[in-house]
Nanobody
Framework: QVQLVESGGGLVQAGGSLRLSCAAS????????MGWFRQAPGKERDIVAA????????FYPDSVKGRFTISRDNAKNTVYLQMNSLKPEDTAVYYC?????????????????WGQGTQVTVSS
């Protein structure tokens, strides 16, 4: 199973930007589809972005479309989430996730591996 470590969270003002990184262990990173999720206090964990194994396909919910961009560097075993035009409602713990298939990232929350999360706080 792949091990995931997120970084890059922090405090930012509304309208600002942050880039999250998720470093994966092992030599089979390119065999995993990857996703970013977030969970605010008292709310469910929701997907914010997903990317296929080679980066050809991506997915964003309407809430972040046009503001967030997911990318991956398979040579560095890392997936990124560039977040622009941040809003206070983007405040949450952001989690990285790996799964064998792209559809599993989107449809099967109980499959794959999760990181420990990184806090993102957007002040108004």
């Amino acid at each position: 199973q792949v091990q995931l470590v997120e970084s890059g969270g922090g405090l930012v003002q509304a309208g600002g930007s942050l880039r999250l990184s998720c470093a994966a262990s092992g030599r089979t990173f390119s065999s995993y589809a990857m996703g970013w999720f977030r969970q605010a206090p008292g709310k469910e964990r929701d997907i914010v972005a997903a990317i296929s194994k080679r980066g050809a396909s991506t997915f964003y919910p309407d809430s972040v479309k046009g503001r967030f961009t997911i990318s991956r560097d398979n040579a560095k075993n890392t997936v990124y989430l560039q977040m622009n035009s941040l809003k206070p409602e983007d405040t949450a713990v952001y989690y990285c996730r790996a799964a064998q298939e792209f559809r599993e990232i989107l449809l099967s929350p109980n499959l794959g591996s999760w990181g420990q999360g990184t806090q993102v706080t957007v002040s108004s």
